[in-house]
């Protein structure tokens, strides 16, 4: 799988494999990949959301 720079996904699906290889960190690997993705989401929300404020931006950083 060749990951290009910008994407975010790939280089998280790498790293969690690295970090959290093997059968037994199952479980912990597919929760890394799925609260990466979704804070992505949640930030570039944040990013362009006009109705965002400062409850939504403190989630956003305690997400991770």
Not at 12 to 32: F, I, P, V, Y
Request: include cysteine.
């Amino acid at each position: 799988m060749g990951v290009q720079k910008p994407d975010f996904y790939g280089w998280a699906d790498l790293l969690m494999n690295q970090l959290c290889g093997g059968n037994s960190n199952k479980s912990l690997r597919q929760h890394l990949k799925k609260t990466a993705k979704e804070t992505w989401q949640l930030v570039n929300w944040l990013t362009h959301a006009r109705s965002a404020n400062k409850t939504a931006s403190s989630i956003a950083i305690h997400s991770s």
